[in-house]
């Protein structure tokens, strides 16, 4: 069952729960391998046990929304992403879920910097754009204003060039 918040942590035992030491011992593989698996699976750990949990949808959309939505909002590049900048900035939203948006979404260049993957960023406004469309959930007006703006730059530079 996905994590869905700080209420499920009241569902967590540590007898139901794996910890990333857990797989690291069970599990036949490097802790590279490990870790790349669950970060491709959204498997972050949380709680007080740090307890391996599924982000759910709902969780990663808001995450995504909110990081991408701040990043815009203050106009940051996507090349040079302050980690602990962009956690201030972001209220109520666990600074775990946050890393693991910069870690799907680009790589670490050092010093609590992240360089951010346009194709990954895309893809993501593009869900988020399309999801809005169906289900009606919020995305700031912001976000759709600038996505089509830079969208018809792209397309006129594809035209352009043929």
Do not use: C
Not at 121 to 138: G, P
């Amino acid at each position: 069952m996905p994590y869905t918040g700080k209420e499920d942590d009241d569902n967590m035992t540590s007898n139901k729960s794996y910890t990333m030491n857990d797989l690291y011992s069970m599990i036949p593989a490097s802790n590279q391998e490990i870790d790349q698996a669950l970060m491709k699976l959204h498997v972050v750990e949380v709680g007080k046990l740090k307890a391996l949990r599924m982000l759910s949808k709902d969780i990663l959309n808001k995450t995504t929304r909110d990081v991408l939505d701040t990043i815009i909002s203050n106009d940051w590049s996507l090349d040079s992403i302050s980690e602990s900048r962009l956690i201030s900035s972001i209220e109520d939203v666990d600074e775990t879920f946050i890393k693991h948006i910069l870690s799907t979404h680009g790589k670490s260049i050092g010093n609590g910097l992240w360089n951010l993957n346009e194709d990954e960023v895309a893809k993501s406004t593009a869900d988020m754009l399309l999801r809005y469309r169906t289900d009606n959930t919020k995305v700031s007006p912001l976000f759709v204003q600038i996505f089509f703006s830079e969208f018809d730059v792209s397309l006129m530079d594809v035209v352009m060039v043929g």
